[in-house]
């Protein structure tokens, strides 16, 4: 009898780690109101030239942080960045950062194919590690398509180093949101 009560005791009892796996509430990323994130962890062009966008928002009143999945991809290459580039109020935006999980030679030769004569101003800026793009919680599992974790496609609006506006692809990769046309109008 006592084996009895003891076993159903084994069987109510809670887990010991509380389980997430069927939580209804989405997971919070980068909002309005929070700071750049001060990290030294962001490349541009070379391995050892480190990049701090909260040092570089300090600098400036404003900008746009424009996150990417990958460099050369299809909606990357053909939509996201030139609606940014040819847009006629990007001169306006002041500093302007595109960011992907990727290393800075490859964000460098993108840059060079997507702005050949650096007209635009436009800091193409590698993530290798997803270290940036975790801090903004703005990573999501890529592992089937790009081989890692990566950057969902957004753009934030940046205003005296905080972030005014967050304009984050609810599917991660789409472009409903994050175009140059709903953001800068």
Same mark, same amino acid.
């Given at each position: 009898?006592?084996? &009895?009560?003891?076993?159903? $005791?084994?069987?109510? %009892?809670?887990?010991?780690? +509380?389980? &997430?796996?069927?939580?209804?509430?989405?997971?919070?990323?980068?909002?309005?109101?929070?700071?750049?994130?001060? /990290?030294?962890?962001?490349?541009?062009?070379? +391995?050892?030239? #480190? @990049?701090?966008? %909260? =040092?570089?928002?300090?600098? @400036?009143?404003?900008?746009? *942080?424009i996150g990417v999945p990958a460099a050369f991809s299809p909606a990357c290459s053909a939509s996201h960045i030139p609606s940014y *580039?040819?847009?006629?109020? /990007? #001169?306006?935006?002041?500093?302007?950062? @595109?960011?992907?999980?990727? =290393?800075?030679?490859?964000?460098?030769?993108?840059? =060079?194919?997507?702005?050949?004569?650096?007209? !635009?101003?436009?800091?193409? /800026?590698? =993530?290798?590690?997803?270290?940036? !793009?975790?801090?903004?919680?703005?990573?999501?599992?890529?592992?089937? *398509?790009?081989?890692?974790?990566?950057?969902? $496609?957004?753009? /934030?609006? *940046?205003?005296?180093?905080?972030v005014k506006e967050a304009h984050v692809e609810p599917d991660n990769i789409g472009t409903k949101v994050s175009l140059a046309d709903?953001?800068?109008?």
């Amino acid at each position: 009898m006592a084996f &009895r009560f003891a076993a159903r $005791r084994v069987a109510l %009892a809670r887990p010991a780690v +509380p389980a &997430r796996a069927f939580h209804s509430t989405p997971r919070a990323f980068v909002k309005t109101g929070d700071a750049v994130p001060d /990290l030294d962890v962001l490349v541009e062009n070379s +391995p050892g030239n #480190k @990049v701090n966008l %909260a =040092d570089e928002f300090a600098k @400036v009143t404003n900008g746009l *942080i424009i996150g990417v999945p990958a460099a050369f991809s299809p909606a990357c290459s053909a939509s996201h960045i030139p609606s940014y *580039i040819n847009h006629p109020k /990007l #001169k306006e935006q002041g500093a302007v950062f @595109v960011v992907s999980v990727n =290393d800075p030679f490859v964000m460098k030769a993108w840059g =060079d194919q997507l702005d050949p004569a650096g007209e !635009t101003g436009i800091r193409f /800026l590698g =993530d290798p590690a997803g270290e940036f !793009t975790k801090s903004l919680e703005v990573d999501f599992d890529s592992k089937a *398509i790009f081989g890692n974790d990566r950057s969902k $496609r957004y753009t /934030l609006v *940046i205003e005296n180093g905080k972030v005014k506006e967050a304009h984050v692809e609810p599917d991660n990769i789409g472009t409903k949101v994050s175009l140059a046309d709903k953001v800068l109008g």
